[in-house]
């Protein structure tokens, strides 16, 4: 499915594209992008963050990751997983160029809506909280910090 949006400003966003913003699943010939993008933007980097195992998200879930397109280049990405559970948003990345356009926002907003034909109640996002600009754009999707929570990994 793809998505034709016009982004628009939120509290967080400076000033809007009129250029429609489009969001679609991934597919396995934009991966490279997808990690290029990751690379970018500074996101906590990850033994994780190669084509294999990115090509192995979309094998099971290809809608899971998102990107968004504007002027036919893929400028951000978003992937959006459900456990059963709760929604999980996570890797939302929007290139320096092209933000405070509502990029995000539209990535953010995609992200939901499938989460919410999935069965999802409730939304979780992962945050670098050392990105001051990243945790104001959660909170103006919407999103709040649960004090005292925080989110432990190990490599499987």
């Given at each position: 499915m793809t998505s034709r949006l016009t982004a628009s400003p939120q509290s967080h966003d400076a000033a809007p594209t009129t250029t429609p913003v489009g969001i679609r699943p991934a597919r396995?010939?934009?991966?490279?992008?997808?990690?290029?993008?990751?690379?970018?933007?500074?996101?906590?980097?990850?033994?994780?963050?190669?084509?294999?195992?990115?090509?192995?998200?979309?094998?099971?879930?290809?809608?899971s990751l998102l990107v968004a397109e504007l002027d036919g280049a893929i400028v951000g990405t978003l992937i959006a997983g459900f456990d059963g559970w709760q929604g999980h948003l996570y890797r939302l990345a929007v290139l320096q160029r092209c933000r405070?356009?509502?990029?995000?926002?539209?990535l953010v907003a995609e992200?939901?809506?499938?989460?919410?034909?999935?069965?999802?109640?409730?939304?979780?996002?992962?945050?670098?909280?050392?990105k001051p600009e990243a945790v104001a754009f959660w909170v103006s999707a919407g999103y709040a910090h649960r004090a005292g929570s925080g989110r432990f990994t190990k490599a499987l």
């Open positions: 396995p010939a934009d991966l490279a992008t997808v990690l290029k993008i990751w690379r970018d933007v500074s996101l906590a980097a990850s033994e994780h963050d190669r084509v294999e195992v990115v090509a192995a998200l979309l094998e099971h879930r290809a809608s405070r356009r509502g990029i995000g926002h539209a992200g939901e809506r499938i989460l919410r034909a999935r069965g999802a109640r409730r939304g979780a996002a992962a945050v670098l909280l050392g």
